[in-house]
DNA sequence: CGGAATCCAACACGATACTG
DNA sequence: CAGTATCGTGTTGGATTCCG
């Protein structure tokens, strides 16, 4: 049983998890694995996120120390995000989840859309 | 986007993560990679858990086909639960997870709420 | 022994409106 | 531009009881 930030967690794994599951988490960092990005660019690479949750989980990648959130003093506001050298390191792992889920969906080809035979 | 089981995805990671994101999933993927353990077993190794949820999270992690249910036409009951080929290979997948997670909790030493008589 | 069924609380997520 | 604030809802996890 592992302690952290007034959690308890019985396997570290589950701290990765929780640093990544949120809605809109893995997209946010797969785009700024790729560029730093303002707040307005995300939110235009993301149309489905509403400002509250898109502003929500970023709060939480930052605060994980995930993402380095770089306020500029100008009018009109200007806020950029990039990955911290932790968040960097992340981005492998995803790659490995991704490329799992991909052979994954490979492995169920005939499960689409098709309840043919739910009833077990 | 992508489509599976009735369900959107941005990108197949999230399909990964819906795979091992339920509350004892971990645990049991991770017990199950040592040794096929019957529901009696799964129990005594996870006290903390209720008799419904382990049932939910295998019923899950079987829909999944990422274990196998096992019955045997007994009686006493008895039921066998074991890591199918495709849950055998997330195994290494979970490990990077915990690794990953394990290095996060070393890299933040002061966090505020850990206890100082933490001699890890 | 290995469940199923029911009821309930917490929280993640969302819609909408307002602001320095 | 980049956020708050408020309110509402659906899903998840939990406590308890009953069953073949």
């Given at each position: 049983m592992i302690k952290f930030r007034n959690q308890?967690?019985?396997?570290?794994?589950?701290i990765t998890l929780g640093l990544i599951s949120g809605k809109?988490?893995?997209l946010i960092l797969s785009y700024l694995s790729h560029k730093t990005c303002r707040f307005n660019e995300l939110q235009k690479l993301m149309p489905e996120?509403?400002?509250?949750?898109?502003?929500l989980q970023?709060?939480?990648?930052?605060?994980?120390?995930?993402i380095i959130r770089k306020v500029y003093a100008v009018a009109p506001p200007k806020v950029e995000y990039m990955l911290s050298e932790l968040g960097?390191?992340?981005?492998p792992l995803?790659?490995?989840?991704c490329k799992f889920g991909s052979d994954y969906v490979?492995?169920?080809p005939l499960d689409d859309s098709v309840p043919s035979d739910q009833h077990v």
């Open positions: 308890e967690y019985a396997c570290t794994t589950e809109w988490k893995i996120t509403t400002q509250k949750m898109l502003t970023l709060r939480e990648l930052e605060k994980d120390g995930l960097q390191r992340l981005i995803l790659t490995q989840l490979d492995s169920f």
